[in-house]
């Protein structure tokens, strides 16, 4: 019995939150680390730059996938949808070799297809080594197998139409209890067209409105028609009894930030 495992969702994760000029992974460096993209003025192209920085000789394949982020930050890869550019992504090359200490440019074109509504849409270059690492191992039945680990990397890209609406809203916050700590769970929800980088951040007051503690939210994507939960650990534990959070959120792509207000009551048995 051989499985097959296919490492992906760190590097495009990490290239939606800080959006860096390049992105290096284990030997490996990819420029752009993202790519920006308008439908407006036709077919847009350019290019990848693959550098092998390792010792031995690599060979990759690549194609166009789609991705969303989950409500709780992970990523899945899914079929391609409305919001989906992978159908509309041509590799040249798609298949290659990669000897140490060298690099190769990898050319696109993304060739829209359809009437296009306005909006953001959104797809991911999969890079995926063609060197597998196999380990072996026995089930609880004693079943013998073989697991085949495929690297891969995804790198996002994105591309918009028409005039886009940038909207969202901060719909609920709750407190949780951890094993040694409390955190609190903001939901965010966007309800545009286009993604929205959110950094954001909670004031918590006690019955009497008087600021008791704050913190950050972190800083990460929200993609359209999506809901994301963004948790940041409490700095000291509270006390059971009635609070109000107030959440302020903000990005680029709004002119106003994302703010709301909840009244809370915590129980220490929670």
């Known amino acids: 019995m051989v499985i097959r495992l296919s490492l992906a969702g760190l590097a495009v994760v990490l290239a939606l939150l800080i959006f860096p000029v390049a992105g290096s992974w284990?030997?490996?460096?990819?420029?752009?680390?993202?790519?920006?993209?308008?439908?407006?003025?036709?077919?847009?192209?350019?290019?990848?730059?693959?550098?092998?920085?390792?010792?031995?000789?690599?060979?990759?394949?690549?194609?166009?996938v789609h991705f969303v982020l989950t409500k709780n930050g992970g990523l899945d890869r899914i079929p391609p949808d409305e919001h989906s550019l992978a159908a509309w992504v041509k590799f040249n090359p798609t298949e290659f070799t990669l000897a140490p200490k060298t690099k190769r440019a990898v050319r696109y074109v993304i060739i829209p297809q359809g009437n296009l509504k306005a909006g953001e849409y959104w797809g991911a270059m999969e890079l995926e080594s063609l060197k597998t690492t196999t380990a072996s191992g026995k089930d609880e039945k004693g079943r013998e197998y073989n697991i085949e680990v495929l690297p891969t990397i995804l790198v996002p890209m994105f591309g918009k139409f028409g005039n886009v609406r940038y909207q969202g809203v901060v719909k609920e916050a709750t407190l949780a209890k951890g094993?040694?700590?409390?955190?609190?769970?903001?939901?965010?929800?966007?309800?545009?067209?286009?993604?929205?980088?959110?950094?954001?951040?909670?004031?918590?007051?006690?019955?009497?409105?008087?600021?008791?503690?704050?913190?950050?939210?972190?800083?990460?994507?929200?993609?359209?028609?999506?809901?994301?939960?963004?948790?940041?650990?409490?700095?000291?534990?509270?006390?059971?009894?009635?609070?109000?959070?107030?959440?302020?959120?903000r990005s680029p792509q709004l002119k106003e930030s994302l703010s709301n207000e909840f009244d809370l009551v915590w129980k220490e048995s929670q």
């Open 179 to 249: 094993q040694t700590d409390q955190s609190l769970r903001v939901l965010l929800s966007n309800t545009g067209d286009g993604r929205l980088l959110i950094e954001g951040q909670y004031v918590i007051m006690d019955g009497a409105g008087q600021e008791i503690q704050k913190g950050q939210l972190g800083k990460f994507y929200l993609l359209p028609g999506m809901e994301q939960i963004a948790a940041s650990r409490l700095t000291s534990k509270l006390a059971s009894g009635s609070y109000k959070v107030r959440v302020e959120c």
């Open 26 to 64: 284990a030997g490996l460096a990819i420029s752009p680390a993202y790519v920006e993209a308008s439908f407006d003025k036709g077919r847009p192209v350019g290019e990848f730059l693959i550098s092998n920085l390792g010792d031995e000789e690599e060979r990759y394949r690549i194609k166009a």
